[in-house]
T-cell receptor, first 113, second 112 residues
Framework: TQLLEQSPQFLSIQEGENLTVYCNSSSVFSSLQWYRQEPGEGPVLLVTVVTGGEVKKLKRLTFQFGDARKDSSLHITAAQPGDTGLYLC?????????????FGQGTTLQVKP | NAGVTQTPKFQVLKTGQSMTLQCAQD?????MYWYRQDPGMGLRLIYY???????DKGEVPNGYNVSRLNKREFSLRLESAAPSQTSVYFCASIFSGLGGYTFGSGTRLTVV
């Protein structure tokens, strides 16, 4: 059974601080996605990485896919209150034709003004 | 607005009652999915439909059935609701296998 472990589960920081969220597995994934979810809403896709070692930047967010495609990280520089939310990583499972994803349990981020 | 529409948004059921959660997408996506979200457990796949006319079980299918009515619509049915099915249910869709999901806004279901 493929599992994704996210850490930390909860993070409370002050505005302006940097943070990193980790997503780890013993399994290889065909792709790795990061989502952000706000209360009462569905998750919204932030990024997809498919190549081992790939790094993608989205403004203050930097995403990295491990060389062996078993882990990923999300780094936020100079966090802002608008970054508050639940961050979920998800790995492509099984045949790429099915589109099935395995989700981590999530990291709740609170950024205080 | 293009996207995934789920109905209802909230529902309270008594143990043993049945209901159908509706999901429709207008993005011409091929694949559709039903997940449930419980605190501390992330999202778990219940059923999916990789293409119109096909459905398959996910990680937690017991107690649920699905119907891919057409390319746009994918419904989830609870035949005899149990308190363990209290959860938030999300429908999602993608165009192709490596695409990112578009999620609906969810159905919060409470079974008493």
């Amino acid at each position: 059974t493929q599992l994704l472990e996210q850490s930390p589960q909860f993070l409370s920081i002050q505005e302006g601080e940097n943070l990193t969220v980790y997503c780890n597995s013993s399994s290889v994934f065909s792709s790795l996605q990061w989502y952000r979810q706000e209360p009462g809403e569905g998750p919204v896709l932030l990024v997809t990485v498919v190549t081992g070692g790939e790094v993608k930047k989205l403004k203050r967010l930097t995403f990295q896919f491990g060389d062996a495609r078993k882990d990923s990280s999300l780094h936020i520089t100079a966090a802002q209150p608008g970054d508050t939310g639940l961050y979920l990583c998800a790995g492509g499972s099984g045949s790429s034709n099915t589109g099935k994803l395995i989700f981590g349990q999530g990291t709740t981020l609170q950024v205080k003004p | 607005n293009a996207g995934v529409t789920q109905t209802p948004k909230f529902q309270v059921l008594k143990t043993g009652q049945s209901m159908t959660l509706q999901c429709a997408q207008d993005m011409n996506h091929n694949s559709m999915y039903w997940y449930r979200q419980d605190p501390g457990m992330g999202l778990r796949l219940i059923y999916y439909s990789a293409s119109e006319g096909t459905t398959d079980k996910g990680e937690v299918p017991n107690g649920y059935n699905v119907s891919r009515l057409n390319k746009r619509e994918f419904s989830l049915r609870l035949e005899s609701a149990a308190p363990s099915q209290t959860s938030v249910y999300f429908c999602a869709s993608i165009f192709s296998g490596l695409g990112g999901y578009t999620f609906g806004s969810g159905t919060r279901l409470t079974v008493v």
